[in-house]
């Protein structure tokens, strides 16, 4: 099972535009519970991030354009913290309950 069949069966709806417009920050953190060392990065409008893994940029849709994107900064980080939209606590807690079944199950 790769990680967005498990977001699809668990919303049941296009994670595509779940993620992609205002919840890039959740699948973020999604993407970090699996590589603890990622980075947040941001487009160079501030309208969406996404996750540096590797020197290569994801999000919701997969690889992206490395040029597009900047690694965030503190402010940047605290300003899409403030900002951009966020699941309710237990959604969270119950996404990264499957999310870290899910990794066990893969090692």
Known sequence: MKINEFLSNYFNCDIYSLFSNGYCLEY???LKLIYPDCKMVLQKNNDHC???INDE???VRGLCDKESF???RKKDIDFVYSFYKRFDDYIKKDIKQGILGYIKVLK
Do not use: G, H, P
Request: aromatic residues 16%; proline residues 0%.
């Open 50 to 52: 996404a996750c540096l």
């Open 57 to 59: 940029v994801y999000d």
């Open 28 to 30: 973020y953190e999604i």
């Open 70 to 72: 900047e690694i965030a």
